[in-house]
Structures are given as structure tokens and as C-alpha cells.
């Protein structure tokens, strides 16, 4: 299958600075990737919607001033938690789709804010 | 809209036992289906998908699955277990037209195999 890949893989910041997690689609183009979150014992929960050369598509109840979505090639997406605050702390998942709906993951990002 | 139910949010079993892993879902047109694995801390790979051809599809794994659209099911079975499946697995739907390319997941079944 393709292969989609983040990093950080782990990041434990203060409360009040920024992270930036980076998404990467290795082996095809992805003109749309995803970000979800999601919390222990829980399901995936879907943030957002990130196109490329144009803004993304925010799901209802998510910051986009907080969690502003960076979608420069068709194989870099960027997550960036601003001002994160302990609340913040979850596991980050991305995905690229590829052509025929399915997506492809990639291995998650756990952020801790202290 | 779209939507999916797992019935068991957990399933324990034992090694070499058959695991069936139940999944409802609800979309207005003809939708795509997945079953998703994840294991702890990563990220999801891809067990198998329906996507209007065969109704009984095979995955990796020895994962099977079968789209019966009279009863808006989506049930993942495999004959028998292996200390490896233990993880969390998620059905998923994908309808075009309902939502784009959104994915909705269902709430996930954590599978336990006892030795």
C-alpha cells in the first residue's frame, strides 16, 4: 500500500508555544490529505480537510485560528497546534487519499502540553 | 449523510478461535466501505475495502468481509485468531456524494485474544 508519513512522531512542548507536525505522502501525489484527533480509547475524529494551493475545510467546533492547516505540494501537509494548551494533548493522525477513495495513514503524532 | 455503528466495543477471544467483529452503517447512496486495524500507538492500516464489486471481499491477513446491503451490514470475520490481531479495528464509510471524500469511523472494537 502507499505509504504516508508524519514527524514528529512524539513531541512534548510547554503550554503557550506552537507545534508544527509535518505529513508526508511518499509514493503518490495527494491533492487532498486529513487531519484528524484522537483520544485515548476513542475513535478518530475528523478536524479537518486540507487542499492543496487553497484554504482548508474545517470541521465544525475546530479552531482554525488554533490549528492552522498548511497544504503547499502535493506532498506536504502541515498541522500547526498554536498557543497549545494541555487540552491540546492528543494523538494526530493524517491521511492522503488517493484516486478510488481510499486513504492511507500515517503512523500519528503524540503531543503532550505540559 | 453517513454514519456507522460497531456494535461491540469490545470482543475477546481465544487463539485460534473464529472473531466476527460487527459493523452497521447508514449512508444515502451506494457507499464505500473499510475495515481499518490499529495497533497501540500507531497509525491505521488498511485490513480491506468494498467498493461495489464483489460483496464478499478477503483482506490481509486472513481478514474477510461481507457487504450484505438488504441488512446495511459490514461484518469482519476471520476463521481463526492469532495473538497478533489483537488491536483496536474501525469500520468506516466513504460516500462520494453524501460527503466527498470524508471518511465517517465507527467507534471502534477493541479485540482481545487470550492465549
Known amino acids: 500500500g502507499a505509504v504516508v508519513s508524519q514527524h514528529p512522531s512524539r513531541v512534548i512542548c510547554k503550554s503557550g508555544t506552537s507545534v508544527k507536525i509535518e505529513c508526508r505522502s511518499l509514493?503518490?501525489?495527494?491533492?487532498?490529505m486529513f487531519w484528524y484527533r484522537q483520544f485515548p480509547k476513542q475513535s478518530l475524529m475528523l478536524m479537518a480537510t486540507?487542499?492543496?494551493?487553497?484554504?482548508?475545510?474545517?470541521e465544525q467546533g475546530v479552531e482554525k485560528d488554533k490549528f492552522l492547516i498548511n497544504h503547499a505540494s502535493l506532498t506536504l501537509s502541515t498541522l500547526t497546534v498554536t498557543s497549545a494548551h494541555p487540552e491540546d494533548s492528543s494523538f494526530y493522525i493524517c491521511?492522503?487519499?488517493?484516486?478510488?477513495?481510499?486513504?492511507?495513514f500515517g503512523p500519528g503524532t503524540r503531543l503532550l502540553v505540559l | 449523510a453517513q454514519s456507522v455503528t460497531q456494535l461491540d466495543s469490545h470482543v475477546s477471544v481465544s487463539e485460534g478461535t473464529p472473531v466476527l467483529l460487527r459493523c452497521n452503517y447508514s449512508?444515502?447512496?451506494?457507499?464505500?466501505l473499510f475495515w481499518y486495524v490499529q495497533h497501540p500507538n500507531k497509525g491505521l492500516q488498511l485490513l480491506l475495502k468494498?467498493?461495489?464489486?464483489?460483496?464478499l471481499v478477503k483482506g490481509i491477513n486472513g481478514f474477510e468481509a461481507e457487504f450484505k446491503k438488504s441488512e446495511t451490514s459490514f461484518h469482519l470475520t476471520k476463521p481463526s485468531a492469532h495473538m497478533s490481531d489483537a488491536a483496536e479495528y474501525f469500520c468506516?464509510?466513504?460516500?462520494?456524494?453524501?460527503?466527498?471524500?470524508?471518511?465517517?469511523f465507527g467507534g471502534g472494537t477493541r479485540v482481545l485474544v487470550k492465549p
Open positions: 509514493d503518490f501525489q495527494a491533492t487532498t
Open positions: 491521511s492522503a487519499g488517493r484516486t478510488g477513495g481510499t486513504q492511507y
Open positions: 449512508s444515502s447512496y451506494s457507499p464505500s
Open positions: 468494498y467498493t461495489s464489486a464483489a460483496t
Open positions: 486540507s487542499n492543496e494551493g487553497s484554504k482548508a475545510t474545517y
Open positions: 468506516v464509510v466513504s460516500d462520494v456524494r453524501a460527503a466527498g471524500n470524508k471518511l465517517t
